[in-house]
């Protein structure tokens, strides 16, 4: 059996703090991150657009050798997780499609950190708008309240590298306005977009004192280990070289830059094509 590494969607540069969380935990394996630079942001996107994006974005992933892809992207995993799921299902059999999402593992931990059981939900309209948050919630503990935020341009504020820049304190103050607004109880934000760490300092202090906020890349990389744990089948699928192959549909230089930041050391990438069109 050939072992090969484990595939990390993004629509862009937001996956890269799912990556390092995920590296942290999980060193011996390798990585293939891909992000969609080219075509983000999907959040401001229609259903069928993201979806059609997602489905290439995976075929990508599984033509490179990947058995199992992280859609590193709360977006994607709103609209598309389900139907790929459903869509590679006659792989059963044979564990070389798998695919996980990440708003499940994030909602699983969510009670544990709220003590007044209000809960806010920064996201991007696409996955706002597709309600999976509080649906998911209402499952697993229906005493919690979910007030959902739409926050259509800190993506845009990220990948174009304005996050620390001035522009980003005014959006960042509107929408935590906005979503304060909703309900005061909240003592607890969730960041429910993978690019949105990387305004994390300017979104600490637009909130007040109080309330916690908490990023996703931990509580997915927990996820993980404890998927593999319970998959050996999948494990052993799994190459360990601690390597990463960082690939981007935009031009690689810019790619390069940005994600230098995110990663806080050094990247080089190579650029492909996944659309079919
Ligand atoms: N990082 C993605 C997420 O977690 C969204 C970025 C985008 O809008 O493209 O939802």
């Known amino acids: 059996m050939t072992s090969a590494p484990i595939g990390v969607f993004d629509s862009g540069y937001g996956g890269l703090t799912i990556l390092s969380e995920i590296r942290k935990r999980l060193p011996q394996y390798d990585y293939i991150y891909l992000g969609d630079n080219a075509r983000s942001p999907y959040g401001t996107r229609s259903f069928d657009v993201i979806r059609g994006f997602t489905h290439e974005a995976v075929e990508y992933l599984f033509s490179e050798g990947c058995p199992l892809v992280i859609l590193a992207c709360n977006t994607a995993s709103a609209k598309a997780l389900r139907e790929l799921q459903q869509h590679y299902l006659p792989y059963t059999s044979d564990p070389t499609r798998r695919i996980l999402g990440i708003i499940r593992p994030t909602v699983e931990a969510i009670s544990s950190f709220t003590q007044t059981g209000h809960v806010g939900v920064v996201a991007t309209p696409g996955t706002v708008s597709s309600g999976s948050y509080t649906t998911e919630v209402g499952k697993l503990f229906p005493e919690v309240r ?63 004192p109080t309330v916690s906020l908490i990023a996703q890349g931990e509580l997915v990389a927990t996820s993980l280990a404890d998927y593999l744990l319970r998959h050996p089948e999948m494990k052993q699928r799994l190459s360990r070289g601690g390597q990463v192959s960082y690939r981007t549909t935009e031009c690689p230089e810019k790619f390069e830059e940005l994600a230098s930041i995110f990663m806080g050391t050094n990247v080089d990438a190579i650029r492909v094509k996944i659309d079919k069109g």
């Open 146 to 208: 979910v007030s959902e935020q739409a926050c259509p341009m800190w993506v845009p504020l990220v990948e174009y590298g304005e996050s620390q820049g001035d522009g980003a304190d005014y959006f960042v103050r509107k929408y935590i306005t906005e979503l304060m607004a909703k309900d005061p109880e909240i003592d607890t934000v969730l960041l429910a977009c993978t690019h949105y760490p990387l305004l994390r300092s300017k979104i600490k202090e637009a909130l007040p």
